[in-house]
């Protein structure tokens, strides 16, 4: 079984501490407040009450075991930068820190966190392309305009192949995968002769903006 830690319950912490929870995960929950704690203990697997600004109280609480620690300490920028800092030294295998800007973010990326997260704006932009370009069902945003996006098949896509669509050639857009909704079967590297339905979810990989344009 895969195990969390979440750091700084906080909105944004509860939740994920949760949702991980309830997937079948093992969930360490830490913060400074009892009452946060208080809120969190039914929905986590260990609830601690403490200082998580501490090498030693890190160590103690075996992050080093974790398959991923998620930092979320709101709006005390020093304190989750120290703390991701300290798991950095302690070789956590991945990090993921809450940012409250993008100057907090490129501080975070400097002691070693594997990601960062800016909530507002990763919403934003989600909602914004979702609005902009209806047949996107995700969009999770990757380095350097890079971007993994689940596309409903556009419409001038059905009944066509992988070859005739030619999207690497003329988008620098890769089909990485395709879910059909109906049959709820998942073909990885689909073969260049796959034919596209309507029931199929396409997932493509290339810079945001030439997926955009493929799917235009």
Do not use: W
């Not at 989750?80 to 798991?87: A, D, G, Y």
């Not at 507002?120 to 990757?142: C, G, H, Q």
Request: charged letters at 25%; one cysteine or more; a negative charge.
């Amino acid at each position: 079984m895969k195990k969390f830690c979440v750091i700084g319950i906080g909105n944004f912490g509860y939740h994920v501490a949760r949702a991980l929870y309830e997937e079948g995960y093992e969930v360490t929950a830490i913060d400074l407040s009892q009452e946060k704690i208080q809120n969190i203990k039914d929905y986590c697997s260990v609830a601690v009450q403490g200082d998580a600004a501490s090498k030693e109280f890190l160590a103690s609480h075996g992050v080093m075991d974790m398959d991923a620690v998620i930092v979320s300490t709101g709006q005390r920028s020093h304190l989750s930068t120290l703390i991701s800092f300290f798991l950095k030294e302690l070789e956590v295998k991945k990090i993921l820190a809450k940012s409250i800007n993008d100057d907090h973010g490129r501080i975070l990326r400097k002691v070693g966190v594997t990601e960062v997260i800016l909530p507002e704006k990763d919403m934003a932009i989600k909602t914004a392309r979702a609005l902009s370009y209806p047949n996107i069902v995700d969009f999770i945003p990757l380095a350097e305009d890079y971007s993994l996006t689940e596309v409903a098949a556009p419409h001038d896509f059905l009944g066509k192949n992988l070859i005739t669509l030619d999207l690497r050639r003329k988008y620098q857009v890769t089909v990485i995968a395709i879910k059909d909704v109906l049959s709820d079967s998942f073909i990885p590297a689909p073969p260049s002769d796959y034919i596209i339905k309507d029931s199929d979810i396409l997932i493509l990989l290339g810079r945001t903006e030439d997926i955009e344009k493929a799917v235009k």
